[in-house]
């Protein structure tokens, strides 16, 4: 049972390059998010999404986009990389409103 | 706009000793609160999951505790071990909408 997987792990853009950030859940769960915890601080929402088709803005969507086009994948997008978007970003799903959420290992992402 | 406070931010304590964590928030009006552990340049693990309806969930050496009205959740480590070293976050998921929102943490070192 793989849970969340995240990739890649680790990465260094350049300012203005573009990239996905992949994530899958092989649990059939239904609500999906994205957050970005910068260094010492707690975790921003990013984007999330209630199922296959829809997708809302979180906390921090600036500069980010995102698709959920099957219930398993939740790709995070980001356009023009700027320094500001350094950070490490976590996906996250949950089965129902209820339920205990879980979380990848995370993506460390460099902006330079 | 719901916001999660822990405090404190940091704490040490000697190996044996139990650890009080807390957490509060700003909106009573939750659907559950989740504590969770962080290890450094980890993804986060969930540890329990209090339902809005529950004032306390146990598990082994943990026990998290809910006060819905007075909008605070306390985590209880009992006989700290050095594994116990990591950073604690809880989270919670507002009744209306399906977002977690996060604390900023308590960085917990248990000295040998």
């Known amino acids: 049972n793989a849970g969340v997987t995240q990739t890649p792990k680790f990465r260094i853009l350049k300012i203005g390059q573009s990239m996905t950030l992949q994530c899958a859940q092989d649990?059939?769960?239904?609500?999906m998010y994205w957050y970005r915890q910068d260094p010492g601080m707690g975790l921003k929402l990013i984007y999330y999404?209630?199922?296959?088709?829809?997708?809302d803005k979180g906390e921090v969507p600036n500069g980010y986009n995102v698709s959920r086009s099957t219930t398993e994948d939740f790709p995070l997008r980001l356009e023009l990389a700027a320094p500001s978007q350094t950070s490490v970003y976590f996906c996250?799903?949950?089965?129902?409103?209820?339920?205990?959420?879980?979380f990848g290992q995370g993506t460390r992402l460099t902006v330079v | 706009k719901q916001e999660v406070t822990q405090i404190p931010a940091a704490l040490s304590v000697p190996e044996g000793e139990n650890l009080v964590l807390n957490c509060s928030f700003t909106?009573?009006?939750?659907?559950?609160l989740q504590w969770f552990r962080q290890d450094p340049g980890k993804g986060l693990t969930s540890l329990l999951l209090?339902?809005?309806?529950?004032r306390e969930q146990t598990s082994g050496r943990l026990n998290a505790s809910l006060d819905k009205s007075s909008g605070r959740s306390t985590l209880y480590i009992a006989a700290s071990q050095p594994g116990d070293s990591a950073t604690y976050l809880c989270?919670?998921?507002?009744?209306?909408?399906?977002?977690?929102?996060f604390g900023g943490g308590t960085r917990v070192l248990v000295k040998p």
């Open positions: 996250a799903s949950r089965w129902v409103t209820d339920t205990e959420a879980f």
């Open positions: 649990m059939n769960h239904n609500y």
């Open positions: 999404s209630v199922g296959a088709g829809i997708t």
């Open positions: 909106d009573s009006a939750i659907y559950n």
């Open positions: 209090i339902q809005s309806s529950q």
């Open positions: 989270a919670v998921r507002e009744a209306a909408g399906n977002k977690l929102t």
